[in-house]
């Protein structure tokens, strides 16, 4: 894609290199951080969390029945 526009735009093939090296690099960091994640996942720390906050159910209020 990078390589398209650089062509539709008349940059220099040196340019299109270096555009590409760095696409490549930056897709090549993604997948690294995607497979860190799936091999390693963040554990969350729910007890925690539920301590601290108690959630009350909130009552409706009832609405008169219709009479029709």
Same mark, same amino acid.
């Given at each position: 894609?990078?390589?398209?526009?650089?062509?539709?735009?008349?940059?220099p093939f040196f340019v299109q290199i270096i555009?590409?090296?760095?696409?490549?690099?930056?897709?090549?960091?993604?997948?690294? =951080?995607?497979?860190?994640?799936? @091999?390693? *996942?963040? #554990? /969350?720390?729910?007890?925690? =969390?539920?301590?601290?906050?108690? @959630?009350? *159910?909130? #009552? /409706?209020?009832?609405?008169?029945?219709?009479?029709?």
């Amino acid at each position: 894609m990078i390589i398209l526009i650089s062509i539709l735009i008349n940059l220099p093939f040196f340019v299109q290199i270096i555009l590409l090296l760095g696409g490549l690099a930056v897709s090549v960091y993604g997948v690294s =951080l995607l497979v860190k994640m799936v @091999i390693h *996942p963040v #554990k /969350k720390e729910s007890i925690g =969390l539920t301590d601290e906050k108690t @959630i009350t *159910p909130t #009552k /409706k209020k009832k609405r008169p029945s219709s009479t029709l």
